[in-house]
């Protein structure tokens, strides 16, 4: 398989070591990175020579005229993701589009209709390389099998840390071009896999706030989720926070399950607290952890080869249309939650609905802050 790297920028070096790191896995020897692609020539000659790629240009409409790719990694600002994802599979050829894939709900129907009329049976995935450590995979095999009961309480928080010059590139912290703050580009990671491990949610109310940057979007938000299970969690998405951690918590029927880490995980990460008398969950982590039955660590890579097997034997690959619908509805019921100040139940954004097209809501006015009495302090 012939892969192009379209968009040299910085999440482009994650795509290009785990795509190289393929060939080293059973079934993907013929794994190739031949192609770099960006407007900007020098960033694609850069790039290029940086992993050895053969070739680089600047045009990819030229690329899928010429028949040069079987894959093409979309890492470009989410605003052309829908355009350039479009192209590749009208021209039958898979795509793997980083996060957000898109910047709406409007958009992702739309790719779900180009999926659905791809030429040769051309595929979308999504990069949601949280979803692929062997934490999550043990996680959600052992809510499956029974062995951790019910689901109950969730916390998901993102507190990361952006400094004000973060936001100099064009595209950040815009509605328009970078689909939302905090909640659409840095906590959907964590929300994301909250949900594969969660399932779907019914029901969400918000809080968001633009409380210390110069952006359009908000840089915190909140949100309380009930889930069809029956499960509630919290979650914040900040980049206000300047102890950075991602934290998820699962409270269920035989144990407290905990990940924290940052931009990735490994087993090291993960906690296991047994409910009382469960002491036979904790037993059961620490063997599966120590067997070989798991991948390592969460990443690229760790996607993208049961993402690349999938693609070459012909079948759906993990992360479907479908699955990033789920999480950018979700994502769309915070904004819509958090500027009308009331519930948000799943599948009431529809067609017709201002945040169906656009996750600000096509301009919605912020909510007014209420005006809370100071409290009077005795010294
Ligand atoms: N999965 C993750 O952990 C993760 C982390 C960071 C970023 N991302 C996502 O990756 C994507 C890119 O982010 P980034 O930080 O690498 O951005 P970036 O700005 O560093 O790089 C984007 C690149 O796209 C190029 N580009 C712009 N317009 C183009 C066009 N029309 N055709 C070809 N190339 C074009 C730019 O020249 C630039 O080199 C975003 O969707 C972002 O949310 C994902």
């Given at each position: 398989m012939r892969v192009t790297i379209l968009g040299a920028g910085a999440i482009a070096h994650a795509h290009a070591q785990a795509i190289q790191g393929l060939a080293r896995h059973e079934g993907l020897e013929d794994v190739e990175l031949t192609h770099v692609v960006d407007i900007d020539a020098d960033r694609a000659a850069e790039?290029?020579?940086r992993y050895s790629v053969p070739h680089?240009?600047?045009d990819l409409r030229e690329l899928l005229d010429d028949g040069a790719a079987d894959v093409l990694h979309v890492c470009t600002p989410p605003s052309l993701h829908l355009a350039q994802a479009t192209a590749a599979l009208r021209a039958g050829v898979h795509v793997v589009v980083e996060k957000p894939a898109v910047l709406s709900l409007a958009e992702v129907d739309a790719l779900a209709a180009a999926e659905q009329?791809?030429?040769a049976g051309a595929r979308f995935t999504q990069?949601?390389?949280h979803r692929f450590g062997a934490g999550a995979l043990r996680l959600r095999r052992l809510l499956a099998d029974g062995t951790l009961g019910r689901p109950l309480v969730a916390t998901c928080d993102t507190l990361w840390f952006r400094t004000p010059q973060y936001f100099e590139v064009p595209w950040r912290g815009r509605f328009d071009t970078e689909g939302g703050g905090p909640t659409m580009g840095h906590g959907i990671h964590q929300f994301d896999l909250l949900c594969s491990v969660l399932g779907p949610w019914v029901e969400v109310r918000a809080m968001a706030g633009r409380l210390a940057r110069e952006v359009d979007?908000?840089?915190?938000?909140?949100?309380i989720v009930r889930f069809a299970s029956g499960a509630m969690a919290s979650i914040t998405n900040s980049l206000l926070s300047p102890r950075e951690t991602s934290v998820l918590r699962f409270d269920t029927e035989g144990a407290t399950v905990e990940l924290e880490h940052l931009y990735g995980y490994d087993d090291s990460s993960w906690t296991v607290t047994p409910a009382r008398g469960r002491e036979d969950v904790a037993e059961r982590w620490?063997?599966?952890?120590?067997?070989?039955?798991?991948?390592?660590?969460?990443g690229h890579l760790a996607q993208l080869v049961p993402t690349y097997r999938a693609l070459a034997a012909g079948q759906t690959p993990p992360v479907t249309v479908g699955d990033a619908r789920g999480t950018l509805e979700l994502a769309a019921a915070i904004y819509k939650s958090a500027f009308s100040g009331a519930p948000?139940?799943?599948?009431?954004i529809t067609p017709g609905d201002p945040f169906y097209v656009s996750m600000g809501g096509g301009g919605a006015p912020w909510p007014p802050v209420k005006q809370v009495p100071a409290v009077e302090v005795a010294r």
């Open positions: 790039l290029a020579a680089h240009g600047t009329e791809a030429a990069v949601v390389q979007t908000e840089d915190v938000s909140m949100a620490a063997a599966e952890a120590a067997g070989v039955r798991d991948g390592g660590p969460s948000v139940a799943a599948g009431d």
